[in-house]
């Protein structure tokens, strides 16, 4: 069992940026972040093979959202920048012990963290 911790959601103005971070408790092969807003179904934004380092990015993030790690501490981030009020979205970290070419497909996540809101004001 892995437990995804996330930290970093919080309210800001549109062109702003936070930067969100998943702490996983153990090792899996892919990890990536998705988000939820209310009445949308759950949406794959980023992912990263833990091995290569590779990185896949949705059409809807690519060039402001970047997702990285740091395998010292076994924890994940994802850097938004340029955010939008379309942003607003409960973000969930998730993992999974295979690896994909592309963004990890929520039936292939083994585990998901709790969420951290992220809210974008106009």
């Known amino acids: 069992q892995v437990q995804l911790v996330e930290s970093g959601g919080g309210s800001v103005q549109a062109g702003g940026s936070l930067r969100l971070s998943c702490a996983a408790s153990?090792?899996?092969?892919?990890m990536g972040w998705f988000r939820q807003a209310p009445g949308k179904e759950r949406e794959g934004l980023a992912s990263?093979?833990?091995?290569?380092?590779?990185?896949y990015y949705a059409d809807s993030v690519k060039g402001r959202f970047t997702i990285s790690q740091d395998n010292a501490k076994n924890t994940v981030y994802l850097q938004t920048n340029s955010l939008k009020p379309e942003d607003t979205a409960m973000y969930y970290c998730?993992?999974?012990?295979?690896?994909?070419?592309?963004?990890?497909?929520?039936?292939?996540?083994?585990?998901w963290g709790q969420g951290t809101q992220v809210t974008v004001s106009s």
């Open positions: 153990g090792y899996t092969n892919y």
């Open positions: 990263i093979n833990r091995v290569s380092g590779r990185t």
């Open positions: 998730a993992a999974s012990y295979l690896v994909v070419a592309g963004i990890l497909p929520s039936r292939e996540v083994n585990y």
